[in-house]
């Protein structure tokens, strides 16, 4: 049986409460992915041991519970046939994808530590983003089946070569990414075990048939690396939107260390549907920040009403 035409996700990381910028986003993957009869996926990206915990997650739930944004697949419960849906139980499934990828000659090992690193390269002009040198890098790579025992205590760095990746964001228009001067090879496997979020995005969302990606401007780079990890593995990337961050009045971007922004303020200051309202407001789908319903937004739902812009600045929330 084939899976829904269309299958969005949202997969935010328990690391704090959600705040406003997270719920603006889950909102447009909602309404877009329900505007045309789709299915919503949620994911816990739990990939970070030391800052993601249970309790988040479970906010993370209640949270999208109150305002009606309830998913059709994956969550807590594992609802739905591709799952775990937490990004922690799931190493063994990178792991056969990372050796896939180890048989083809398409990584190696790296000893470089990120101060390594720094004191060879200039960060990226525009997010600080640090391009590797590519010291550790073998002769041959990217055609070499390097032994599995070499990457014992190493990193392991995806050989990216020459390639340059064209795509076009269904919010920004047309993209060309040079990966080898933009991103270089990037790591998809920590020294300490740790996964990658380019790797275990990529293996989620091929395995969980993801056909829909809706996120921030600032993922937007990352984008091009994604979909070379999708080739290499031989599954179609899905469509991308990369949405105006949230900023506060002063141009600043929104966080969960902002009290003013996170959940548990705005759910003691707005009911659901004046928090819907707000939000669709600044989003350029409504045209007043009066309380709204998700079906009247979702009737009149359309990406062209999204504002063009890397940020946008949410009202004074105190």
Known sequence: MSGPAVKGRFAPSPTGRMHLGNVATALLSWLSVKSRGGEWLLRIEDLDPQRSRLEWSQWIEDDLSWLGLMWDEGGLADRGSAGPYSQSRRGDIYSQYLERLRTMGAVYPCCCRRRDILATQAPHQTDGRVVYSGRCRPEGAGHVVIDEKAFQGRSTRLFVGD??????????????????????????????????????????????????????????????????????????????????????????????????????????????????????????????????????????????KVPRAEMLRCPDLS
């Open 163 to 304: 390639a340059g990746i064209a795509f076009s964001d269904g919010l920004f228009g047309a993209q060309s990414v040079s990966l080898a001067r933009e991103c270089g090879d990037f790591i998809l496997r920590r020294a300490d075990g740790a996964w990658a979020y380019q790797l275990a995005v990529v293996v989620d969302d091929a395995l969980m048939g993801v056909t829909e990606v809706a996120r921030g401007y600032d993922l937007l780079l990352s984008a091009a690396q994604q979909i070379y990890l999708f080739g290499l593995l031989g599954y179609p990337a899905p469509a991308y939107y990369h949405l105006p961050l949230i900023g506060n009045e002063a141009g600043q971007r929104l966080c969960k260390r902002d009290p003013q922004a996170d959940m548990s303020h705005l759910r003691e200051r707005f009911t659901p549907d004046q928090l819907l309202g707000l939000i669709a407001n600044m989003l350029g789908l409504a045209p007043t920040p009066d309380a709204t319903t998700l079906e009247r937004l979702l009737a009149d739902f359309s990406w062209d």
